[in-house]
């Protein structure tokens, strides 16, 4: 950098004339002194020095001060900074094609701005420095242009949020002789301070802001399959529910048929009636006997008035396997609610039950086929293999239930994401669990005065409460309505447990119809989570009594839907010495998710210790990992968190570093992105951005108004250095130098 170097004061007219009248008035002095003394050469040279220490304080009292200005040796920067982030693939720019008016991104639309040789005009005067806002605020030398493809893209994954505060001042405080910024973006923005702040210090800096709009301020006519939700796995004979949703632009109402094709030849169609300028949802349900790996296509037809062609369709792939559950029921005798279970569990050939019938009072357990068992499995890697246990009419004694067996069932239930089910009986054996470590688990309050229940002539009802209308466990028939009055016909019960209230936490979902007491009606079908796994508290021994005039068509179905609905979450992703699930079982965007491992070793025992990895490959290419810790070692579980922060598809890979064990599967999760794609542009922000800079809203096809723009500006001022004397503290010591000097001298010469 060249400099000009000069001094300069900043006197006005009375500290001029001060300065004046206090040399003169000194000289005066010292002359008269210099008299008196006799003339003496000793004392005119003390004069002097006065003369110099009065003079030396009246040029300071006009505050001189030392400029040095530099000339800059190079150019200065103009920093174009364009937005990068997912918004930016919003189809909704008109352009003239062959067919007539196309829509192209609004990356494409910006695509010209970021060829450097658009900007070639302005390479005599200015540095000209092209980044997106995701890596804006570096410095021009250490900024690496990102390669724009054909699309207007970047080759790296975009930013999933959008801030534009941020760049803008990260840019002024890093970019060296900075004289304006060129923002090319659609002006939405989801993250940090409003970008307005950043423009009124830009402002004060003098640093322009010149915008360029992307994209429509509104919505161009448009259907959208906005979402499919296929689920990852689904089970050979059993119906697959497959709801999706459609995003429509259009200004009236129209009737689509939506068309699910399967990779293995199956074809379902659905007449839908979009609403306009709204969402609309519904679903497909598939069932298959196949098994196997398949993709599922949905698409729905294009619209007359449609701009978007491309965004009708959206296919995923689906695992079908056979469905293989295994539950435990134990029960004291095989009373009426018993023999009915087991039938309908040992019909269904989904499931594989085993029976545990105690028999108190007779030597030996009650059985007759295979699907019995002589003892309760004591061995923990023997438990865990069930997904379901049935605890009936049985409790604490010595020819049934102990306490390590209430111990095991416990850490079944928090540790491997097992469900149970409590069934009371008329023998209110279940009290004498109350103290163990499963009267933790039940969801209810018993009434201990009453063990035996309460019984009735009249037969009495269940009603559905708010919560059990909208249950899976409930439902029995396809629609709300019908379901509830489905529920309502059943045949009644006449026993039913002493329940006095629900646990807190817990869900009541059914109550009976007359019955109450000071906590309201009776809670007889009641649900709750614990640790990992599900508890459900069955309140009458009658479900049997479903079957009259309908057969299995009602039992058979609650049934099933009980051990399916308990054991999901377990069979979530299951391998070879490792099995995977996680909690809440359908994640949501930005909420936090818990996986829970269950590893085995070698052998086939619970893996006491051990370094279990999770991997998650978001929908955009993120990868995040989360190292699992060993929660309890008898069981073998370890534990991690996790939050998405994008919805979509997730591929998930957990591998254990003991074992070698790998297990891959995937896992969708809900919500909408913070930075969706479809919204309609924001030109509003970014004209506010120019207007508080003092800068200019520009329109996209007018690069060369920004040159012009950009070339008027003026030249930056030089840097000036200013060194103020009358305020240094050299000066001042060096004036107390002085005036002790005088004094000594003085001394010297006699004169004091």
Known sequence: MSGLQHLTFLATPFSLTLAILAILGTCAVSYYAWLRSGRLASVAKLEVLRIF???????????????EEYQPDTKPTIAILWDDSRSMET???????????????????????????????????????????????????????????????????????TNLKSPLMETAEKVGQLMG????????????????????????KQVPIFTVAAGSPNRLPDVELLSVDIPTFGAAGKPVRIPFTIDSS????????????????????????????????DAFNWRTTDTGDFTISVSLPKQPEETIADNNEQAAPIVIREEQLKVLVVESYPRWEYRYLRNALSRDPG????????????????????????????????????????LGDVGLDDDQLTEEQCELLKGLIEQQASGLVFMPGLQGRQFSLQGTALDELNPVVMDGSQPGGWG?????????????????????????????????????????????RAKAGAEVLAVHNEMSNQYGRLPLLVTRTFGEGKVLFMGTDGAWRWRKGVEDKYHYRFWGQVVRWMAYQRNMVKGKGMRLFYKPDQPQVRKTL???????????EPLQQGDVLVTVTSPSGAVDSVRLTAEDDQWGVFQGRFTPQEPGKHSVAVICQQTGVKLDTTLYVRGQAIEQIGKPARPDVLEELALVSKGKAVEQNSVADIIELLAALPQPEPSVRRLQLWSHPLTFLGIVVLLGIFWVWRKAVGLI
Not at 367 to 380: N, T, V
Request: aromatic share 6%; with cysteine; glycine share 8%.
């Open 53 to 67: 220490i009065v003079a030396m304080i009246a040029v300071l009292l006009n505050q001189p001060e030392w400029i």
């Open 91 to 161: 189809r909704d720019v008109l352009v003239n094609g062959a067919a007539g008016k196309e829509a192209i991104t609004r990356a494409e639309a910006v695509r010209p701005l970021l060829d450097a040789a658009a900007w070639s005009a302005l390479d005599d005067r200015l540095n000209v420095v092209l980044q997106p806002i995701s890596s804006a605020g570096m410095p021009a030398d250490e900024v690496e242009k990102p390669a724009v493809d054909k699309d207007g893209e970047r080759g790296d994954t975009k930013p999933t949020v």
């Open 181 to 204: 910024i060129v923002l090319v973006s659609d002006g939405d923005w989801n993250e940090g301070g409003p970008p307005v702040e950043a423009a009124s210090r830009l402002r004060t």
């Open 250 to 281: 259009l200004p009236r109402d129209f009737v689509a048929t939506v068309k699910m094709e399967v990779s293995n030849g199956d074809t379902l169609t659905k007449d839908v009636r979009v609403t306009a300028m709204g969402r609309t949802y």
């Open 351 to 390: 499931v594989e039950v085993s029976c545990l019938l105690f028999h108190p009072g007779l030597e030996k357990v009650g059985g007759g086929s295979q699907d019995y068992i002589q003892l309760f499995p004591e061995a923990i890697e023997d438990l865990a293999t069930y997904d379901v246990v049935f």
């Open 456 to 500: 009735s002539r009249t037969a009495g009802n269940f009603e559905l409460t708010e919560r059990g209308r909208g249950s899976l466990l409930t439902k029995l028939a396809d629609s709300g309505d019908e379901n509830v009055q489905v529920w309502e016909d059943l045949p009644g019960f006449q026993w039913y447990a002493p329940v006095v």
């Open 594 to 604: 818990t996986f829970s491992a269950h590893v085995m070793d070698k052998g086939g």
